[in-house]
């Protein structure tokens, strides 16, 4: 199975300001890599596949990179509605597999 | 567009067997996508279980292959999962959701069950 590895477990920060996000697979992920939001009580929304691609309707604040075992997510510019949980996801084959998640509070 | 629902019991004793129903609105399931069950854990792990295709083939997780089944209504548009010999572990959150197999992206979520294993 790829292991996906999430950093930070937790991060603090205020409107405004801009975070990153990291993941790294135990094998090359050829940048299939996806990025979810998950709110509290809500359920995961897609937010960019294919390491760089943005799902439709998804603020351009949000924007993500990497290659080979390595990949983050960015989120410039924080709004309230972003203070919420985010996971990554094995995008290459099965058994898919999440990060531990990350979550984003309000400094 | 597409929506998804689960429905099922929301306390099962151990050793039993968690019966869960995905129905799904706004596509019809042997039209194209996966359809996947993913759990997420107290303390906030998820796990993948495994998915039906669009022409009835299944995938499970390893972890789950002996305990798993994932099983469809055509005629009711409805997916099911099937987890035997269920312990306190199983006690999460489950969710249903379609698979994007061009990017392995989970496009669209049910609201998700909260199960509880205990006697």
């Known amino acids: 199975d790829i292991q996906m590895t999430q950093s930070p477990t937790s991060l603090a920060a205020s409107v405004g300001e801009s975070v990153t996000i990291t993941c790294l697979a135990s094998?090359?992920?050829?940048?299939?890599l996806v990025w979810y939001q998950q709110k509290p009580g809500k359920s995961p929304q897609l937010l960019i596949y294919?390491?760089?691609i943005l799902e439709d309707g998804i603020p351009s604040r949000f924007s993500g990179s990497g290659s080979d075992t390595q990949y983050s997510l960015k989120i410039n510019s924080l709004q309230p509605e972003d203070f919420a949980s985010y996971y990554c996801?094995?995008?290459?084959?099965?058994?898919?597999?999440f990060g531990s998640g990350t979550k984003l509070e309000i400094k | 567009e597409i929506q998804l629902q689960e429905s099922g019991p929301g306390l099962v004793k151990p050793s039993q067997s968690l019966s869960l129903t995905c129905s799904v609105t706004?596509?019809?399931?042997?039209?194209?996508?996966?359809w996947s069950w993913i759990r997420k854990f107290p303390g906030n792990k998820m796990e993948w279980m495994g998915y039906?295709?669009?022409?009835?083939?299944?995938n499970y997780n390893p972890s789950l292959k002996s305990r798993i089944s994932i099983t469809r209504d055509t005629s009711k548009n409805q997916f099911f999962l099937q987890l035997n010999s269920v312990t306190t572990e199983d006690t999460a959150t489950y969710y249903c959701?379609?698979?994007?197999?061009?990017?392995?992206?989970?496009?669209?979520w049910g609201q998700g069950v909260m199960v509880t294993v205990s006697s």
């Open positions: 094998e090359d992920i050829y940048g299939s």
């Open positions: 294919g390491a760089t």
């Open positions: 039906i295709s669009y022409s009835g083939s299944t």
């Open positions: 706004g596509y019809t399931i042997t039209s194209g996508y996966d």
């Open positions: 996801q094995n995008g290459l084959s099965t058994p898919l597999t």
């Open positions: 959701a379609n698979l994007n197999r061009d990017s392995y992206a989970h496009d669209y």
